[in-house]
């Protein structure tokens, strides 16, 4: 599908940095334009022509965006879409943010998500949430209050001379959202409705019944205790060993711990207690369109609602759009976009939480009874079950965690002509976020049993606006075009929040914070920051064939040191367009060949404050205390990239095939790290600039129109690649083991951060297997290959790979025949490593049996009757020397391909659509991450959280199944 016009973006600030990547988007994904003549608009209402574009990006439009559904915001959208794009989604929580790395990973502890525009407007994004209440985040995702159905296209801006513009905030990349507008002609109505049902995206490890768990103790007790005189024969064997221990053998030293677990007639499945097979999500939609001469309008409504599989895991959004645009005289154009949103969030705990359910899966005992026999549910002995959970069933029945949140954002704009070719546009974009977090535990059971009740308020409020003007100039003499663009925008973002907690409630159905009679914390927090910028931008083409773009951009920061708080970016971009000459012209078979390069200095700005702070919330016998709580540097400032990009453009048979090749360098630079301080000066650390790292690779993307209206048979198909070799080429002290949990969102326990290296590196011993002959653990002395050892002492510690894929893109295909139409697209990604935190507990080898059962996957384990076995022999209490510790054990490689999406769709025509008087009718079937291969045989995770590689008992990734239809009149 061409288009004549397509909005690339409404409000980039350097224009001219747009590839030839955007050549002819093709419906199925993010690819290259192939109409050479083709106009787009590349922001502020410039319209330039592909071939006077320069710089590296790729869009996804909206055909693409209609076929993923399932994806409730457009951070998850961009996997396998993009090249140079890794998204990971730690958590399946309907509503939840996705991380986002465009070209590897800019920054250790800065900024390393992209910056969302939304038609010319910086928006906030991230997680909002000010409050992970007990485990519960994912729940402040504000991309996810924006209706994917509103968006014409999404474009991701990779090099300098596209982001350079954007100053102090461009280092990891820019996305631009580009919403619908209306179009001339008469009113046109469009109605969507979408339903289906979700399932967990992978198989994940399974649960032990009662009679493994009983198994699998019996053997962990007996071969702690065997061979000790003091018990004669009752551990000679499993039958007497269990006989011995089920009989009280052991009541004596255990307080008839086990005996009561092997004399238990309960067998409880607690992932099914918690977990649903088959949820729900829906979706229902409706816009219209029309315009004349002077006014043009669009507007819509959406309701969306997803369950998790999870119970108590739930998203339902509602939002309301309206686009006008107004002729208002010759000069003069008035344009207004409002953007309002609802949606409420309700989450479950994640991580090591006792209420987490999915915690509870594999560490409540399937031995303890789910209800009691009158059907209410079973809280154990003192609020306890009989190895100290909860009932996780219960908590999902009595607690709650919700998120509301509302948005309000509006985009006014005015043009006016100056003169010829002169043209002034003004922009004012508020938006208003609030979010409210409210967090309920009953005092019944779980946490809030011990304080008679808790309840915890928290509101945040944001107000940001942004302010452009924006002066351009084009002019043409003879065989020179030129342009050039001043620029000055100001950006202010203000945060007020205040939260409460309460305990103490005289009734589980009182839950408002008033009924709370004990206050136990009241907090408060204020925050503005702002910033100027002044831009300058220009470009100059010898009739398309030579392209020259230079930018400069100045950022003046307010949450930085006097000296340091202006900053200075820059960009350059060079093409040669070889399809232009005229020896070109008679090779038939090559339509574009087109040369691209770029190289500038953009920036990352810091999360540190560089200011010496002092608290004055202590409270020391009643009277108000201060302590310091930060290091004055006044030398801090944002850190900074350098990308350099190198590109080629081909288009063969008038563009029906089209290849991109694009080389990459970026190089970050003054990199912020906590640098160690005296114990005498009162703090163990301050920030400080130092520190360098790249990120390289090649990226490939490939479009070709097979058939086209072949007696009614189209086919299509496109794929793209990228590779990601990071590094991080200067570290204070040359290396961080374990670094502090946070960096890239991820507990970073069994990872390392050296000079030489990749950015999320694991660093541990390496698993040998089980030694057949005695069923002992077995590591690799050098940390490698070779010598193995069964002490955990004696292996040496070693670089195991890292969590970011060396190689990930998509490829699909499209396929119509008349009225019937197959749409599908698969993602991949090879060469990263995922990690499973809890597997510690989950897979003991008997160190943590006895309170924590785990892994279904740990009865095959070690006998003289299963020497093969994949697990070492279980040892209660003591493990099997060390063989729980970390290791590459509980590293998988997550290599892998998914059918991310799949449409079969029919689209009516002729007499139906006369009879009915519609304009448009479609049905179809939709698949969302319905099938996943991996290549490791014992990875039981979802291989697309690899960005931060860490497995950390979060809500499963979906898959999902839906009928649609599509009605327009």
């Known amino acids: 599908m061409n288009v004549k016009f397509k909005v690339l973006s409404a409000g980039v600030l350097f224009f001219m940095g747009q590839s030839v990547l955007a050549q002819n988007t093709k419906r199925d994904s993010a690819t290259s334009t192939k109409s050479?003549?083709?106009?787009?608009?590349?922001?502020?209402?410039?319209?330039?022509?592909?071939?006077?574009?320069?710089?590296?990006?790729?869009?996804?439009?909206?055909?693409?965006?209609?076929?993923?559904?399932?994806?409730?915001?457009?951070?998850?959208?961009?996997?396998?879409?993009?090249?140079?794009?890794?998204?990971?989604?730690?958590?399946?929580?309907?509503?939840?943010?996705?991380?986002?790395?465009?070209?590897?990973?800019?920054?250790?502890?800065?900024?390393?998500?992209?910056?969302?525009?939304?038609?010319?407007?910086?928006?906030?994004?991230?997680?909002?949430s000010q409050g992970s209440v007990n485990g519960v985040a994912n729940q402040g995702n504000v991309l996810a209050n924006l209706n994917p159905n509103d968006i014409e296209n999404i474009t991701v801006l990779k090099d300098a001379v596209s982001t350079a513009m954007y100053g102090a905030d461009a280092g990891s990349g820019v996305i631009i959202i580009t919403t619908k507008k209306g179009k001339r002609g008469a009113a046109k109505f469009n109605m969507n409705f979408t339903q289906g049902i979700t399932q967990d995206a992978v198989k994940r490890q399974g649960v032990l019944s009662a009679d493994q768990y009983k198994k699998l103790l019996t053997y962990s007790i007996m071969n702690a205790y065997q061979g000790d005189p003091s018990y004669g024969d009752n551990f000679k064997n499993y039958q007497s060993s269990y006989d011995f221990v089920k009989g009280g053998g052991l009541d004596a030293e255990d307080g008839g711990y086990y005996s009561g677990i092997l004399n238990s007639p309960y067998n409880t499945n607690w992932k099914k207690a918690t977990q649903r097979d088959v949820a729900y999500m829906r979706n229902i939609e409706a816009n219209m369109s029309g315009g004349n001469d002077k006014m043009t309008y669009f507007g819509s409504v959406n309701y969306f609602d997803q369950n998790s599989t999870v119970k108590g895991a739930d998203f339902k959004r509602i939002t309301a759009t309206t686009s006008v645009a107004y002729q208002a005289t010759e000069r003069l154009k008035i344009s207004t976009d409002i953007q309002m949103a609802y949606s409420n969030t309700n989450s479950q705990p994640e991580g090591g939480v006792y209420t987490n359910p999915l915690l509870g899966q594999y560490f409540n005992l399937p031995t303890d009874p789910l209800r009691n026999p009158d059907g209410s549910w079973y809280l154990g002995q003192n609020g306890r079950l009989t190895n100290g959970q909860f009932n996780n069933a219960a908590i999902q029945d009595y607690n709650y965690q919700r998120n509301q949140t509302s948005r309000i954002f509006a985009n006014l704009q005015a043009e006016y002509k100056l003169a010829k070719g002169l043209t002034y546009k003004f922009v004012f974009a508020p938006e208003f976020i609030n979010l409210l977090e409210s967090a309920y535990y009953s005092p019944i059971h779980g946490d809030g049993r011990s304080s008679k009740g808790q309840k915890t308020d928290i509101s945040t409020r944001y107000f940001n606006f942004n302010l452009q003007n924006i002066l351009t100039y084009n002019f043409s003499a003879d065989l020179n075009n030129m342009s050039f663009t001043a620029l000055q925008e100001a950006y202010r973002t203000q945060l007020d929040l205040v939260s409460a907690t309460g305990m103490v409630v005289g009734s589980p159905y009182l839950q408002t914070m008033d009924n709370f009679i004990k206050p136990y914390s009241v907090g408060g927090q204020k925050n503005i920051d702002s910033r100027?910028?002044?831009?300058?931008?220009?470009?100059?083409?010898?009739?398309?064939?030579?392209?020259?773009?230079?930018?400069?951009?100045?950022?003046?920061?307010?949450?930085?040191?006097?000296?340091?708080?202006?900053?200075?970016?820059?960009?350059?971009?060079?093409?040669?367009?070889?399809?232009?000459?005229?020896?070109?012209?008679?090779?038939?078979?090559?339509?574009?060949?087109?040369?691209?390069?770029?190289?500038?200095?953009?920036?990352?700005?810091?999360?540190?404050?560089?200011?010496?702070?002092?608290?004055?919330?202590?409270?020391?016998?009643?009277?108000?205390?201060?302590?310091?709580?930060?290091?004055?540097?006044?030398?801090?400032?944002?850190?900074?990239?350098?990308?350099?990009?190198?590109?080629?453009?081909?288009?063969?048979?008038?563009?029906?095939?089209?290849?991109?090749?694009?080389?990459?360098?970026?190089?970050?630079?003054?990199?912020?790290?906590?640098?160690?301080?005296?114990?005498?000066?009162?703090?163990?650390?301050?920030?400080?600039?130092?520190?360098?790292?790249?990120?390289?690779?090649?990226?490939?993307?490939?479009?070709?129109?097979?058939?086209?209206?072949?007696?009614?048979?189209?086919?299509?198909?496109?794929?793209?690649?990228?590779?990601?070799?990071?590094?991080?080429?200067?570290?204070?002290?040359?290396?961080?083991?374990?670094?502090?949990?946070?960096?890239?969102?991820?507990?970073?326990?069994?990872?390392?951060?050296?000079?030489?290296?990749?950015?999320?590196?694991?660093?541990?011993?390496?698993?040998?297997?089980?030694?057949?002959?005695?069923?002992?653990?077995?590591?690799?002395?050098?940390?490698?290959?070779?010598?193995?050892?069964?002490?955990?002492?004696?292996?040496?510690?070693?670089?195991?790979?890292?969590?970011?894929?060396?190689?990930?893109?998509?490829?699909?295909?499209?396929?119509?025949?008349?009225?019937?139409?197959?749409?599908?697209?698969?993602?991949?990604?090879?060469?990263?490593?995922?990690?499973?935190?809890?597997?510690?507990?989950?897979?003991?080898?008997?160190?943590?049996?006895?309170?924590?059962?785990?892994?279904?996957?740990?009865?095959?384990?070690?006998?003289?009757?299963?020497?093969?076995?994949?697990?070492?022999?279980?040892?209660?209490?003591?493990?099997?020397?060390?063989?729980?510790?970390?290791?590459?054990?509980?590293?998988?490689?997550?290599?892998?391909?998914?059918?991310?999406?799949?449409?079969?769709?029919?689209?009516?025509?002729?007499?139906?659509?006369?009879?009915?008087?519609?304009?448009?009718?479609?049905?179809?079937?939709?698949?969302?991450?319905?099938?996943?291969?991996t290549f490791d045989k014992n990875l039981r995770l979802d291989p697309e959280i690899s960005v931060t590689g860490n497995y950390n008992l979060g809500i499963p990734i979906q898959k999902a199944y839906m009928l649609g239809v599509n009605i327009g009149f």
């Open 532 to 933: 100027w910028g002044y831009g300058l931008v220009g470009h100059y083409d010898y009739d398309r064939i030579i392209l020259l773009d230079a930018s400069y951009r100045r950022d003046v920061l307010s949450n930085f040191t006097p000296g340091k708080k202006a900053g200075n970016f820059w960009s350059v971009g060079l093409g040669l367009d070889v399809a232009r000459f005229d020896f070109m012209k008679d090779w038939k078979a090559m339509s574009m060949l087109k040369l691209r390069a770029s190289y500038g200095k953009v920036g990352n700005q810091v999360l540190a404050n560089p200011y010496a702070l002092y608290s004055y919330r202590g409270n020391y016998n009643d009277l108000a205390s201060a302590d310091l709580r930060g290091v004055y540097n006044p030398n801090l400032s944002w850190e900074t990239i350098n990308p350099l990009n190198i590109g080629v453009d081909l288009g063969f048979l008038n563009n029906r095939i089209t290849l991109t090749a694009e080389y990459y360098n970026k190089k970050s630079k003054d990199l912020l790290f906590q640098m160690p301080l005296q114990i005498s000066q009162g703090l163990p650390n301050y920030w400080a600039n130092i520190g360098d790292m790249v990120n390289k690779g090649f990226e490939f993307t490939l479009n070709a129109d097979i058939l086209k209206n072949s007696n009614g048979l189209n086919w299509s198909v496109n794929g793209n690649l990228s590779t990601l070799k990071n590094v991080i080429t200067n570290l204070p002290g040359g290396q961080i083991l374990n670094p502090p949990v946070g960096i890239d969102g991820a507990n970073m326990s069994g990872m390392i951060l050296r000079q030489g290296e990749s950015m999320n590196s694991y660093y541990m011993r390496k698993w040998a297997g089980v030694d057949p002959s005695n069923g002992d653990p077995l590591w690799y002395i050098n940390g490698k290959d070779g010598a193995t050892t069964n002490k955990y002492a004696e292996a040496k510690e070693a670089i195991q790979g890292t969590s970011l894929n060396k190689v990930t893109g998509g490829f699909g295909t499209n396929i119509s025949y008349k009225g019937i139409s197959l749409d599908a697209f698969f993602t991949y990604g090879f060469g990263g490593k995922i990690l499973d935190q809890w597997m510690g507990y989950t897979v003991s080898d008997g160190s943590s049996i006895g309170n924590t059962p785990g892994y279904g996957s740990q009865m095959d384990f070690w006998t003289p009757e299963n020497p093969n076995a994949s697990n070492p022999k279980p040892i209660l209490d003591l493990g099997n020397n060390r063989s729980f510790a970390m290791s590459t054990r509980r590293l998988y490689k997550s290599d892998y391909i998914r059918l991310s999406n799949i449409k079969l769709a029919y689209t009516f025509k002729g007499d139906i659509l006369d009879k009915t008087k519609l304009t448009s009718l479609q049905i179809y079937v939709l698949g969302n991450n319905v099938w996943t291969h």
């Open 36 to 128: 050479i003549e083709e106009v787009v608009i590349v922001g502020f209402g410039q319209k330039k022509t592909v071939k006077e574009l320069t710089g590296a990006l790729s869009t996804m439009n909206a055909k693409a965006i209609e076929d993923n559904p399932v994806a409730t915001s457009v951070d998850k959208m961009l996997q396998g879409r993009v090249a140079g794009v890794q998204t990971g989604v730690s958590s399946g929580q309907p509503g939840g943010f996705a991380s986002v790395r465009v070209r590897g990973i800019s920054s250790i502890n800065g900024v390393k998500d992209p910056i969302y525009i939304v038609d010319g407007v910086r928006i906030k994004s991230g997680n909002l």
